[in-house]
């Protein structure tokens, strides 16, 4: 009797699955797993979710010439929505390199929409000026240029 | 394997053979067609939400002027490309970028009749660079890109009337050809009665070079040919690739009721050109140059404004220039389609009113021509002889046979117009083996992979010319209709029935990845040439030349700059020169301004597309974003104040601070 009785509940199940469809739940999971923050490493939580993925060497100097690309790709690409000084679409940049890292700001630049989605700096700049930052199609050595362009904005011009 | 996973697997087993067993009590026995026509046709043609169909369709707009692209089997609908026709959903044919490619020697045409998409070749395989389109009212052939799925080129034909037997390519897209379908004098502009037809009409077959790294088109030579109706043709595969094909009907030389004076002829011809050695005529200078008049309008660069370039001579080649370029192959009766399988071998006839299927052996035709085997010549054009080039015939192919695509594994499909069906025949025995109802009368078909020496033997496409009663009522007209058919096994199978958009005349389908990888998803800011381009907000501006005003503009999400624009003045021209600086993948801005006697225009990220206004009246003009961009789409908007002719209002712009 247990035995038919399991058989007709598998019976009922299987009709369930079909009736449903494969069954199949698609993947969610990048989306939730990280949300609350608390599956970050402390290289993310520093540093944002990206391409670099480890610290960089970046000589006290500035180099010049990587300011000077730096600033072409930031009056390409950035501009538009950052201002040194004041808040426009985006936050102000002119002060960004004293409080965030180099690999933050690159990161921030290479990925923003996961960095805007998962890291809690994101999620809280997304709520403050309600616009996601777009992906702007600048490569990883442009965005090192531009964190060149800033540091350099911020020794001289603060 | 354990023994609690053997339990469990026949408990499984158990279960799922009861739950089969209920099933069929609760249903009873499916009918075998049923299964087909619903589970199983379903099944086919799923592709689950996210996933990708197999192959990109391309379905000839017809009447509509334009290109639809439809993902197979699911018969999603992807996208509209715009070709001929003006387009106010993306501003094609309204922005001043678009507007010259619609420019021809008769001026400025919003329209056009777009019958068949074929796409470029690389050793008689498609290659996924381009697609080539004819326009066959005002004759002209189009290229569209397929990284970007945009029109970029369009080649006039000079001295061609209706350029229907048109855009097919050779093996290497060495040469896009046309014809005239319409023969008309071929003299430019001639005036002369119409009853003057056999004297002063002739027949134009075009032969347009194609550039392999750019694509750009040129019209190298046309051959004249006698005024009979140059209806479609096709280019060889592998042992016949130095060739193409062209049908002829009204070899009787009607210009009046063609319905029957142009009907009474047994056979009328298949014209078969060695474009190889009608080249190597031209290049040793045996054609004549002739004046003409016609446009080629392409872009220069990447980006930009299309330029007209407009031409005044053509190069055209007759039969006397040299004898052994072009035949005449007797073809019963006004054949419509001229289509050559897969190997090259067998040049098969849609004798749209004759009761069989021709199908003429190339191997054959070559060895008439070797032996001089010739039943006379019209205007020095050698005609072979039926029975000698003739390597079979179908019989009972149904009424009215008109276009016929072949599979890998010997087997052709042939549409019938009249019977609406498609019949499958063998190309080994010339016997019809199988037939399926097409709804309803069916024109051109297309196998995926289709006019290649390598056809894929997944699907055929049945494009047909009425819907009647398939779908939901919509009016007196209905939308054309495809059919998807599984040809895989040794019956066809209708798989699915949907509505397209204009007429679907004819398509072409190929393997997915062969395009979907080299799509763009942006145009590079750092690439784009266009000379109104800004690539930078900070070079944002308003600049005036006497009446003439340029706005350069930047927008990004969600905002315009400048957006706030005073000193534009009733009688100017302004030009709202719009760059997109986003560079992310499908992030569009488009730009209206009300009372605008134009469209919208739609700027894909990283492109720059200009809008013309004449402002006529004074007052503030709204503008605003018409693409759903972000979140703050609504707040993307501006004004332009416009002041009367003769006031001093300064020209200022600005952005940013109220």
Redesign the interface.
């Known amino acids: 009797m247990k035995y038919l009785i ?2 007709v509940a ?2 009922l199940m ?2 369930t699955i ?1 009736a449903c469809g494969n069954g199949e739940q698609s993947e969610r999971s990048d989306a939730s797993d990280t949300a609350n923050g608390n599956e970050l490493t402390d290289f993310e939580l520093e540093h944002g979710f990206g391409p670099v993925t480890e610290r960089l060497d970046i000589d006290e100097e500035i180099d010049m010439d990587k300011v000077a690309k730096g600033r072409n790709i930031y ?3 950035c ?3 950052h201002n040194m000084g004041s808040r ?2 985006g936050p102000p940049l002119g002060a960004i390199t004293e409080t965030r890292s180099p690999e933050f700001i690159m990161n921030f630049i290479l990925n923003p929409s996961e960095n805007v989605r998962k890291h809690p700096i994101g999620q809280a700049l997304l709520r403050e000026y ?2 996601e930052m ?5 490569k990883e050595d442009e965005a090192r240029a531009i964190v060149e362009y800033l540091r350099h904005y911020a020794e001289t011009e603060l | 394997m354990s023994k609690s996973k053997k339990n469990k697997l026949r ?2 087993l ?3 053979g ?2 089969a067993i ?1 099933a069929f009590i609760f249903t009873g026995c499916p009918s075998q067609q049923g299964m087909m026509d619903r589970g199983d046709a379903a099944q086919k043609v799923y592709v689950a939400p996210g996933d990708h169909d197999e192959y990109y369709g391309f379905f000839s707009g017809g009447y509509s002027g334009q290109l639809s692209v439809w993902g197979l089997p699911s018969a999603r609908f992807l996208k509209v490309i715009p070709v001929f026709s003006q387009d106010p959903e993306t501003g094609y044919g309204y922005s001043e970028e678009t507007k010259p490619l619609l420019q021809t020697s008769y001026g400025f045409i919003p329209w056009d009749d777009s019958h068949h998409p074929h796409i470029s070749q690389t050793d008689g395989d498609a290659d996924g660079r381009w697609i080539f389109i004819n326009g066959n009212n005002t004759p002209r052939i189009a290229r569209i890109d397929l990284q970007t799925f945009e029109t970029k080129e369009i080649l006039e034909l000079p001295n061609t009337g209706g350029n229907h037997a048109s855009s097919f390519v050779t093996s290497n897209t060495e040469y896009v050809i046309g014809a005239t379908r319409f023969s008309i004098p071929y003299e430019m502009d001639l005036d002369v009665p119409i009853d003057s037809y056999s004297d002063e009409f002739r027949g134009a077959l075009s032969f347009i070079e194609v550039d392999p790294e750019s694509g750009r088109m040129e019209m190298d030579f046309q051959i004249l040919v006698p005024p009979y109706n140059y209806d479609l043709g096709r280019a060889g595969k592998g042992q016949s690739s130095d060739w193409v094909f062209f049908t002829t009907y009204n070899t009787e030389e009607a210009h009046t009721m063609l319905e029957i004076n142009a009907s009474r002829n047994d056979k009328d011809y298949i014209a078969a050109v060695n474009w190889k050695r009608a080249a190597e005529l031209v290049r040793e200078g045996r054609g004549t140059t002739m004046d003409a008049y016609y446009y080629h309008n392409y872009y220069e660069g990447n980006q930009g404004i299309a330029i007209n370039d407009v031409k005044d001579q053509v190069t055209v080649l007759t039969p006397e220039d040299g004898q052994d370029f072009i035949y005449f192959l007797p073809t019963p009766k006004s054949p419509h389609g001229v289509d050559i399988d897969p190997t090259g071998e067998y040049i098969v006839a849609g004798g749209k009113l004759a009761t069989v299927i021709p199908v003429h052996s190339f191997s054959r035709m070559l060895e008439a021509i070797e032996n001089r085997d010739f039943d006379g010549n019209v205007e020095n054009i050698p005609i072979l002889n039926y029975d000698t080039t003739i390597a079979g015939e179908v019989q009972d192919p149904g009424l009215g046979p008109l276009h016929t695509e072949f599979d890998s594994r010997g087997y052709a499909y042939t549409s019938v117009y009249i019977s609406s069906e498609i019949v499958k025949w063998s190309l080994d025995t010339f016997e019809v083996v199988d037939r399926i109802d097409a709804y309803y009368s069916i024109g051109h078909l297309m196998i995926t992979g289709g006019d290649t020496k390598n056809p894929d033997d997944l699907y055929l496409v049945g494009l047909t010319k009425t819907a009647k009663d398939r779908y939901l009522p919509t009016g007196p007209k209905q939308n054309h209709p495809a059919q998807l058919y599984d040809i895989s096994g040794d019956r066809m199978e209708l798989l699915l029935d949907f509505p397209t958009i204009g007429e679907p005349h004819y398509a072409q389908a190929i393997r997915a990845d062969k395009i979907s990888g080299n799509v763009a998803q ?1 145009y ?3 690439d784009n040439d266009h000379p109104y381009a800004i ?4 070079q944002n501006r308003v600049e005036r030349d006497g009446d003439v005003v340029r706005v350069y503009m ?1 927008s ?4 315009f ?1 400048p957006d706030n624009i005073e000193g534009i003045k009733v009688g100017d021209t302004v030009y709202f020169h719009l760059t997109n ?4 993948w499908d ?1 569009v801005h488009g730009i209206a301004i009300k009372g605008a006697n134009n469209s919208e225009i739609l700027v894909a990220p990283g492109q720059t597309k200009t809008m013309k206004w004449e402002p006529k009246r004074t007052g503030i003009y709204p503008f605003y974003c018409t693409a759903f961009c ?3 789409h609504q707040e993307m908007q501006g004004y332009v104040r416009v002041s009367a002719a003769d006031s001093d209002v300064e020209l200022t712009w600005k952005t ?1 601070t109220n």
């Open positions: 399991t058989i598998f019976m299987l009709l079909q009056e390409m690409k501009e538009m929505c426009m679409v309600m616009t777009p992906y702007q199609n600048v | 408990g499984l158990l279960g799922a009861f739950v209920a942006i590079e800011i750092e690539d930078r907000i900070n930047g990004t999400r969600s905002h700059r600086l986003e560079q992310e992030v972000s979140a703050l940013g």
